[in-house]
């Protein structure tokens, strides 16, 4: 199984939060999940962002890939994840 660990829309129309989701590539953007491992808030000031690290961390290990946002979101929050977790190295 492919998965990947992205966000999924809640809230009400014009609204939204996002909770930050582990779930296989091919289900749909706020379909079936595997698990949660955070939340993002973008409407309040500060906005909030959470993540559960050591889940996190176990899931990049474990291969699951972050979308563009979500890796972005983990370098914004300041999380130091293992080297060995993570999207891999460029190539020299």
């Not at 829309?9 to 582990?22: D, E, L, S, T, W």
């Not at 983990?74 to 993570?86: D, M, N, Q, T, W």
């Amino acid at each position: 199984m492919a998965a990947t660990i992205r966000l999924a829309r809640h809230g009400a129309k014009k609204r939204p939060f996002y909770r930050i989701v582990v779930a296989d590539r091919r289900r749909a953007r706020d379909g079936r999940k595997i698990e949660q491992v955070g939340l993002y808030d973008p409407r309040i000031e500060p906005e909030r962002i959470e993540f559960e690290t050591e889940r996190l961390a176990e899931w990049l290990e474990r291969g699951a890939k972050p979308s563009l946002t979500v890796s972005q979101l983990i370098k914004r929050s300041g999380i130091e994840l293992p080297k060995s977790a993570g999207e891999a190295e460029p190539a020299e």
